[in-house]
Every structure is written in C-alpha cells, then in structure tokens.
C-alpha cells in the first residue's frame, strides 16, 4: 500500500519529465474540454488557483472566465489557522507571490468570496483516482475547505497524473469530475 508521502514524491518525479511543449499542449488541451463543460458553461463565480509547473496552466483559464463575464475568486491561505479564504481577482495585478512561492490574492486589493458564492472549484492536486479522491500538496487546505462547499467540484490534470488506486482517508472529499487532455471522468 502506497501512502500519500510516497505517491507525492512518486508524482512529482513524473511531472518533472514532461516538456515545456507537453506541459503547454496538454494544458491547453484540458482547458478547451473544460470550457465545453456544463459545469463550466453554468458557473457565474469559479474558485481556482494561480498554477505554477508542473500544475495544469490556468492563468489562460482565468483570462477566459473573465472573458466570458465569469467572477474569478482565488485562495488566500492562512498558515497559523490552517485554513484559506477565497477572493474575487480582476486582474493578475491584485496577486503577490507568498510563502513556498504560491501565488496569492492582495488582502488590500481584493473582496472575500463566500462558499455559498462559488459555483464551479476547481482543486489542486497531485495524484487522482477515477472515483475522485486525489492527492493534494500536504497542507489540508482543500480538504478542510471542501467539508463547508456545496457548489461543483472539479479537478484539472494531465493522463500522467491519474494512478489506479489511493488509501482514502475518512477527511478526504472526492471531486465530482477530473478532466485531463484525453478525456472527461465523471466521480459520482
């Protein structure tokens, strides 16, 4: 039995070897089968992440949703509480690069957005099986988040990150989907 340690180092090494075009292609790939989606069609307020390789590219997903007229709403985590909020960006201006050089809304710049709120959360991971448990970065954050969300969850990712079998946890939340560059896989 592969523990998550394991699998996120196992994952890591994987996503290290795709190329520059691999990583844009497939990105780019995966982004135009979620604009194809109901989920995505419906939603008026996306919660995402601002990528950084070897995460699935979604600054080009975040211009599309302003396009579309979509409300964009981005984590903000708070380590001391263990716990993140997210909040409405208009333009990538409004982000500073924070601790473990993630990319994070300016408090001063930026209004809260509430679960309630948020239509269609795309979540962050590492790994994913086809019944949609995933493993995340190692801090929680989503998965604390996910136990209060009752909007759409989905997750980006590359066929390389799909892996046949996880040791859920009893405080791990499934996505509802998880689309990558050769397909969509439904969860529930």
């Known amino acids: 039995m592969e523990n998550k340690k394991v699998i996120r180092g196992q994952m890591k090494d994987t996503l290290s070897k795709l190329s520059k075009d691999q990583y844009k292609d497939n990105s780019k790939r995966i982004a135009n089968q979620l604009y194809e989606d109901t ?16 995460e699935v590219a979604t600054q080009q997903i975040i211009k599309k949703a302003w396009e579309q ?19 409405q960006i208009t333009e990538f201006s409004q982000l500073e690069s924070v601790f473990y050089g993630l990319i994070e809304p300016k ?21 994913y099986t086809l019944d949609g448990y995933r493993v995340g970065f190692g801090g929680g ?24 079998y996880l040791d859920a946890e009893s405080h791990d939340i499934p996505v509802s989907k998880i689309i990558t560059n050769h397909g969509v896989y439904e969860t529930k």
């Not at 995505?40 to 390789?53: D, L, N």
């Not at 408090?107 to 790994?127: F, H, K, N, R, S």
């Not at 988040?145 to 066929?159: E, V």
Request: proline fraction near 8%.
């Open 39 to 54: 989920a995505w069609k419906e939603a008026k307020t996306i919660g995402i992440t601002i990528s950084k390789p070897p």
């Open 69 to 87: 007229g979509k409300k964009v709403a981005v984590p903000k985590c708070y380590p001391k509480e263990k716990k993140m909020v997210f909040r």
């Open 107 to 127: 408090e001063e710049q930026t209004a809260v957005v509430e679960p309630e709120q948020i239509d269609l959360m795309m979540v962050p991971g590492l790994a």
């Open 141 to 164: 954050y989503y998965d604390r988040y996910l136990k209060n969300f009752h909007g759409n969850t989905l997750s980006l990712a590359f066929d390389c990150q799909i892996i046949s």
